[in-house]
């Protein structure tokens, strides 16, 4: 028998659908033609957490760091959430963030594929023309586009690095990791002029209106991608305030997107940049020596700067995109530095 799934939105807007024995909350939404956010949709990422407050159901295996240090009682994946009564859901999203029909199905054919260290590519794509929005690529900053794994039935997503433009050029940053189903083809198979099926844009990561507070991005690997499409938007619109951005990495060889960073430098007065080697093996600072190098972690970086607050008003918005492991011991240190948690906006990056 089929239960109920109610979900309701930060601004109280409601929206219910019915979820089939076997079935999560996303399949349910997703059959009803309600898009949840939801990168993995195996429990690895963390996108898809939100609140039941009540009912009960059956989780699939998950991994721990997914779920996230600083997510209220009663947090669930909703990928690994099987309704097994009516349940009560309450997401961490306002109903703008709600996508109500089926993801856009776009061609693109690969243009660039760009080796920046020996573990991170820069594939460049362009959207084929499309009858309803023509050749555009329209997304907001943050967002991210599944693409079906050649030859397979799989997606799999990734966020972009530029912003919405007329020409339909889309930038992503990708890990070669072993084994993973689309970073093989793209290591091994992939040419340009490929042509990939799309689907998106999606997520719901991305810039929050904050007035004049300051923004800290934090970012690990290919977690720099969406941080790089916020503050490029950041400098197309003139944002004025602070803003901070600190990539860690593990060593020198790891340090990508010097030069894109550069140029945001040139664009945002107010933007400074830390790099924080774990390793510091080799001349990284060779990289820009306007970024402050540092040794030891991002969570480092960050904790430092936030013991350096003395007024309430200073807190920053923060915007944290990297490997599980690691946004969880972000989201611990910003709990730990009394920064209101609606000021945290994370996202996890899982292995393709």
Known sequence: MSCQVRMVTTDGDERVVNAEPGQSVVEAAKQADIILPSLCGKGTCGTCVAQVTSGEYHLRPFEDDALGASAPEGSALMCC????????????????????????QREAEITSIERLTPHIVKLTMTLAEDELTGSAAEFEAGQYMQVRVPGRSELRAYSMSNVSNWDGTLEFLIHIREGGLFSTYL??????????????PQGTFGLEENGMRPRWFVGGGC?????????RRMAEWGDPQEARLVLGVNTAEDLFGAEEIGELLDQLPELSVT???WHPEGD???????????????????????????????????????????????????????????????ERISAN
């Open 81 to 104: 959430a099987e309704p097994t009564s009516d349940l009560d859901v309450a997401l961490p999203f306002d109903s703008s963030r709600l996508i109500e029909q089926a993801p856009a």
């Open 187 to 200: 290591d091994t198979q992939a040419r340009e002029g490929d042509v990939l099926e799309l689907e998106g």
């Open 223 to 231: 977690g720099l991608a969406p941080l790089l499409s916020m503050l």
């Open 275 to 277: 790099v924080a080697v």
């Open 284 to 346: 990284v600072t060779a990289q820009d020596e306007r970024f402050n190098y540092v040794e030891g972690s991002a969570v480092d970086v960050l904790r430092a700067g936030l013991g350096e607050i003395d007024d309430e008003e200073e807190i920053p918005d923060i915007y944290v995109c990297g490997p599980p492991g690691m946004v969880t011991a972000l989201e611990e240190a910003t709990t730990a530095a009394g920064v209101p948690a609606e000021r945290v906006h994370t």
